[in-house]
């Protein structure tokens, strides 16, 4: 159950992060970065670190991939204590 959950919300975030690419790059309203970190809370988080880099998109500002990695962090740990690693 749980993993279904989080391959629906990765791919959901992917697509919306893609999508803020997109926007971006036509100079029009944008996703919020509250929406996005959302999604990485969510569950979402390693799809969008993936696309950050091979997009290159956000990746070079520092207070938005600090707070997605921080966020990966703690589904990590999180995922370590369901499986019992820790």
């Known amino acids: 159950m ?5 391959v629906i919300v990765n791919i959901a975030g ?3 992060f893609y999508l803020d690419k997109r926007l971006a790059t036509k ?10 970190h959302s999604l990485e809370l969510l569950g979402g988080v390693l ?9 290159r ?3 070079r500002k520092f207070a938005y991939y ?21």
């Not at 799809?47 to 997009?55: A, D, N, P, S």
């Not at 921080?70 to 204590?81: A, D, E, F, Q, S």
């Open 47 to 55: 799809g969008i670190i993936i696309l950050m880099y091979v997009i």
């Open 27 to 36: 100079c029009q309203s944008r996703v919020s970065e509250l929406t996005l």
């Open 66 to 86: 600090s707070v997605s990695w921080i966020i990966l962090g703690g589904w990590i740990v999180l995922g370590m204590k369901i499986f019992r690693m820790i």
């Open 2 to 6: 749980l993993i279904n959950w989080l």
């Open 14 to 16: 992917s697509i919306v």
């Open 57 to 59: 998109h956000k990746n």
